[in-house]
């Protein structure tokens, strides 16, 4: 069996490189651990307290870490208030 090179194309795929550093409408950040935390359940009560990702936070994801962007420095004290034991 051959192995066939695979090549990715950036410039196709370059709405999904974008670096978190580089969202200016969301400048308040918070990294989350996972440790005991279901990300389920964390996703949930986001979304019941903040609405949908796109509008007040988005976030920014790993296989260890989850990044939640706030626009609003009130919001982000919000959810560090419900979530600091688990931040990175």
Known sequence: MRSVP???DKEKFKHTLQ????????PYRMTIEYKDIG???LCAQTIEQFGL????FTTST???TMTFL?????DLLFFKLKWSEYEL
């Open 6 to 8: 695979c090549a990715v």
């Open 19 to 26: 670096v978190i550093d580089d969202i200016p409408k969301f």
């Open 39 to 41: 990300w389920n359940e």
């Open 53 to 56: 990702p796109g509008d007040r």
């Open 62 to 64: 790993t296989t260890r």
């Open 70 to 74: 706030f626009k609003s420095e009130q």
